[in-house]
T-cell receptor, first 118, second 112 residues
Framework: GAVVSQHPSRVICKSGTSVKIECRSLDFQATTMFWYRQFPKQSLMLMATSNEGSKATYEQGVEKDKFLINHASLTLSTLTVTSAHPEDSSFYIC??????????????FGPGTRLTVT | QKEVEQDPGPLSVPEGAIVSLNCTYSNSAFQYFMWYRQYSRKGPELLMYTYSSGNKEDGRFTAQVDKSSKYISLFIRDSQPSDSATYLCAGSYNTNAGKSTFGDGTTLTVKP
């Protein structure tokens, strides 16, 4: 299966600062990546769809100015949490879809980034 | 109503038992169905992937899709303590831009 990495795996930051999380597809090119948020013992909440070379598509209720997404290359998408607050503390997970051209439909997930805002 | 419904459990079984995990979905446009396993504080891991109706087997795991009843199942034979995790089902459209819609997950504990 495809491999997706995330960095950092864990980050603690102070309220008001910004944090950048990287998501990389290691062995395939991903035109589409997804960013999720997951609270303890809850399911994945899709935040946005990241498209290489174009603007991300945000889900309803997700602040695009707070959660900045950049998909600058076919193997890298970044999520920046700007002016973080304690309520932004969560587990952030990215995924990359296997290219349609390769016959793939499924998503491969990164290991997640645990963000704690103090 | 959620597009994908999943009993959250928790489900607890003894080692060696057959486990049945189930989901229902409401969107008839879904063509692809996936099962993911997620260990605590880790990202989900793709287990099984099926297209349309039918069965698919991979080792101890069998995925079933019944589109007529909009029912998705995952069976685990000879369950092991290492199978203890949260299992997420998901459905996806038949489009290039299609994103997956996930159930809330079922937490499984296999007791030795």
């Amino acid at each position: 299966g495809a491999v997706v990495s995330q960095h950092p795996s864990r980050v603690i930051c102070k309220s008001g600062t910004s944090v950048k999380i990287e998501c990389r597809s290691l062995d395939f090119q991903a035109t589409t990546m997804f960013w999720y948020r997951q609270f303890p013992k809850q399911s994945l909440m899709l935040m946005a769809t990241s498209n290489e070379g174009s603007k991300a598509t945000y889900e309803q209720g997700v602040e695009k100015d707070k959660f900045l997404i950049n998909h600058a290359s076919l193997t890298l998408s970044t999520l920046t949490v700007t002016s973080a607050h304690p309520e932004d503390s969560s587990f952030y997970i990215c995924s990359a879809r296997d290219p349609w051209e390769r016959g793939g439909r499924e998503q491969y997930f990164g290991p997640g980034t645990r963000l704690t805002v103090t | 109503q959620k597009e994908v419904e999943q009993d959250p459990g928790p489900l607890s079984v003894p080692e060696g038992a057959i486990v049945s995990l189930n989901c229902t979905y409401s969107n008839s446009a879904f063509q692809y169905f996936m099962w993911y396993r997620q260990y605590s504080r880790k990202g989900p891991e793709l287990l099984m992937y099926t297209y349309s109706s039918g069965n698919k087997e991979d080792g101890r795991f069998t995925a079933q899709v019944d589109k007529s009843s909009k029912y998705i199942s995952l069976f685990i034979r000879d369950s092991q303590p290492s199978d203890s995790a949260t299992y997420l089902c998901a459905g996806s459209y038949n489009t290039n831009a299609g994103k997956s819609t996930f159930g809330d997950g079922t937490t499984l504990t296999v007791k030795p």
